[in-house]
């Protein structure tokens, strides 16, 4: 992908811990490629189909790589992830917690806001530049 724009660079990310798969977003900050020993931070986002695009988004565009490319220009860059959700099993995959839906009981997959990533962040830091000391930031 090219540094400044949003691809879908991760085709099949696993989550272990719901056990299912889906593509993930990638947003490469401008100077991504200029420097190979560069780090940077990484910002994951839930509800991933929102986070960039008005066509894939369900409830309106946040804008991330509009207000990256933005703060770039003052100094800040950052890699974006965007995990989407898993449709109509959101809630489940989200909430910790058992919840009702109509009569049904349903057991939470999740584990509130870090749940569909589980425990193996995507194959993020393993880019070329991904990744700094810093815990990355989690958003959505």
């Given at each position: 992908?090219s ?5 879908r ?8 811990l ?6 993930i977003?990638?947003?490469?900050p401008?100077?991504y ?11 994951y986002f839930?509800d991933?189909?929102n986070?960039?695009?008005t066509?894939t988004?369900?409830?309106?565009e946040?804008?991330?790589?509009e ?8 100094g800040y860059?950052?890699i ?5 959700n898993?449709?109509?099993r ?10 009702q839906?109509?009569s ?7 584990e ?5 990533w ?13 990744g700094?000391?810093e815990?990355p930031?989690?958003?959505g």
């Amino acid at each position: 992908e090219s540094a400044g724009t949003v691809g879908r660079t991760i085709p099949s990310f696993t989550s272990t811990l719901l056990g299912n798969r889906r593509g993930i977003w990638v947003y490469l900050p401008p100077t991504y490629r200029e420097n190979d020993r560069a780090r940077f931070p990484v910002v994951y986002f839930h509800d991933g189909q929102n986070v960039f695009d008005t066509k894939t988004s369900y409830a309106g565009e946040w804008c991330a790589d509009e207000t990256m490319m933005a703060l770039a220009s003052e100094g800040y860059e950052a890699i974006l992830v965007g995990l989407p959700n898993a449709g109509k099993r959101r809630p489940i995959e989200y909430s910790p917690y058992p919840f009702q839906v109509g009569s049904e009981q349903v057991a939470g997959q999740g584990e509130g806001a870090d749940g569909a990533w589980g425990d193996d962040p995507p194959a993020v830091e393993k880019l070329p530049a991904g990744g700094t000391p810093e815990p990355p930031g989690r958003d959505g």
